[in-house]
């Protein structure tokens, strides 16, 4: 198994930022892709960010661009989201994922946008307005 821990949400104010992490520890795999999703109040979980093992294939969701950036450091097998100019709508709890299948460019996107297969509990972000 796999266990994914995040951290590093919390309060802020709109334009804000923060810095989520992911840990994976347990069974980590040689290569794999991993991502970010979240889910508002009374809203479905929807796709965030997800990138590959290089790290040179990263694809966002349209309302993040611009403002949100996916990396990771293999070393540590953490990934990170940088969340810069936050709005009161990305208020959701966060999710870190991860999937033994590798990706490449729109493919990330196209086979992850559903979800992943292993998942973290949560990590809480509230933007205050």
């Known amino acids: 198994q796999v266990q994914l821990v995040e951290s590093g949400g919390g309060l802020v104010q709109a334009g804000g930022s923060l810095r989520l992490s992911c840990a994976a520890s347990?069974?980590?795999?040689?290569?794999?892709?991993m991502g970010w999703f979240r889910q508002a109040p009374g809203k479905e979980r929807e796709f965030v960010a997800v990138?590959?093992?290089?790290?040179?294939?990263?694809y966002y969701a349209d309302f993040v661009k611009g403002r949100f950036t996916i990396s990771r450091d293999n070393a540590k097998t953490t990934v990170f989201l940088q969340m810069n100019n936050l709005k009161p709508e990305d208020t959701a709890v966060y999710y870190c994922?991860?999937?033994?299948?590798?990706?490449?460019?729109?493919?990330?996107?196209?086979?992850?946008?559903?979800?992943?297969?292993?998942w973290g509990k949560g990590t809480l972000v509230t933007v205050s307005s």
């Open positions: 994922a991860a999937d033994r299948r590798d990706c490449s460019g729109y493919g990330c996107y196209r086979l992850y946008r559903g979800g992943m297969s292993y």
């Open positions: 347990g069974r980590t795999f040689s290569s794999n892709s």
């Open positions: 990138i590959n093992w290089s790290g040179d294939s990263k």
